[in-house]
Each structure stands twice: as C-alpha cells, then as structure tokens.
C-alpha cells in the first residue's frame, strides 16, 4: 500500500548548524509532496512543498530537493535557529488525492 | 479571512457523553477535512466533505459522526467515545479536494484537543 518513510525519527543540531530529513515514498504516481512544521500545542503548517516535475525548490533558510528515480526526498534547514525546534512531517499525494504522511521528525536547536 | 477555526480548544468527556466538535473557514474553501492526531504522530484522515458531500469516510466507527450543514461549517459529533479516542482533532479545508494531477493546498484549524475518562 501507500506509505512514507520518515528519518530520523529525532534530530538534535548546534544553533548555526544545517538539518537534513529524509523521507522515501512507494507510491510512483505520487506528484506532490508537501512539508509540515508543527510547533508544540500547534497546528500543521505547510513550510515548503514540491512538485515531480521540480527536482529542487528554496525559500530562504529551507530547500527541499526530489529524485523521483529513487522515490526520495529531504527536506534542508541551513542555519538552523532556537524556534526552528519543532516536529517535521513530510507528506506525498497519493493517487487517490490522500496525503500520505511520514511519522514525524523531532527536531530539537540547541542554542 | 485566512484561518480555519475550530471550538472548543479543550474538551473533556465521559464515554457516555454526547459532546460536538466544531469547524469554520470563511475562505470560500469547498473541502473540509477531519483529522485524528495522537501525540508525536502525523495527522490521520478520518473524513472529507466535499461540496457539502461525505466524499471520504477512512473507515472511522460510527461513534464519530461528522456534519456538514453548509458551506463553511463542519462539526463532528461524538458519541460513547472510548478512551483511546483521546487525541487532538484537526479540521482543515482546500479550495477543492484533491483531483487529479493537482492538490489544494490544506489549511489546518488550531485542533481540539479531546480526552475520554
């Protein structure tokens, strides 16, 4: 069936450093493939999303790049900031318009 | 108007309890969506209104019981509840459910955070 695979399940960086999280898909006719941040006690948040036709898009601090061939892709915070801890899903649309989700990065910035 | 809100942010209940939980977006979004959360874990697909239609119904029991009496309102009615349905329960709307090649963007409410005793 449809599934996403989300590591690693925690991450723990130095304030300044980069954070990578990766995530692989099993369904092939995925073709959007969107990024939440969720703060404690908060609501998802779409961060950043990408398309297959893309195989990489930025927005200022976050990347998220995609190879379609390998059915992977990860999402990039360069220097990462106290209030980028939080917990991280990654997401891809399944064929029938359901998001699948990852099961979550805890992301911890230590200051 | 941008936000989907949701009432109340808090619940606690009884298993034999009847309590609502309720959803509004006035974004002219024509998809509404519930959402089960329990802690550290992704949000699960429980139903999806589309138009004011049932389009999506993720196999959820029949305790659960969701409404959507207009275009901008949905409510989730709650039933006999066990305490394992303790969770936070998000609604979230999109311009349009998903079809075909493109996806609407999910814009999800702050949750209700519910506990069964």
């Known amino acids: 069936g449809e599934n996403v695979e989300q590591h690693p399940s925690t991450l723990s960086v130095q304030e300044g450093d980069s954070a990578v999280i990766k995530c692989t898909y099993s369904?092939?006719?995925?073709?959007?493939f969107p990024w939440y941040k969720q703060e404690l006690g908060k609501r998802p948040q779409l961060i950043i999303d990408?398309?297959?036709?893309?195989g990489e898009k930025k927005d200022q601090r976050i990347a998220v790049t995609l190879n379609k061939t390998a059915k992977h892709f990860s999402l990039h915070i360069t220097e990462t900031q106290p209030e980028d801890s939080a917990v991280y899903f990654c997401?891809?649309?399944?064929?029938?318009?359901?998001?699948?989700f990852g099961q979550g990065t805890t992301l911890q910035v230590k200051p | 108007d941008t936000e989907v809100t949701q009432t109340p942010k808090h619940l606690v209940m009884g298993m034999t309890n009847k309590k609502s939980l309720k959803c509004e977006q006035h974004?002219?979004?024509?998809?509404m969506y519930w959402y089960k959360q329990k802690a550290k874990k992704p949000p699960e697909l429980m139903f999806v209104?589309?138009?004011?239609?049932?389009?999506i119904n993720e196999s959820v029991p029949s305790r659960f019981s969701p409404e959507c009496p207009n275009s901008s309102l949905l409510n989730l009615h709650l039933h006999a509840l066990q305490p394992e349905d303790s969770a936070l329960y998000l609604c979230?709307?999109?311009?349009?459910?998903?079809?075909?090649?493109?996806?609407?963007?999910?814009?999800f409410g702050p949750g209700t955070r519910l506990t069964v005793t």
């Open positions: 979230a709307s999109s311009q349009q459910e998903t079809s075909g090649g493109f996806f609407y963007e999910q814009y």
């Open positions: 209104y589309s138009y004011e239609k049932l389009s």
């Open positions: 369904d092939s006719a995925s073709n959007y």
């Open positions: 990408i398309r297959s036709n893309v």
């Open positions: 997401a891809a649309k399944a064929n029938t318009g359901k998001l699948i």
């Open positions: 974004m002219g979004h024509r998809a």
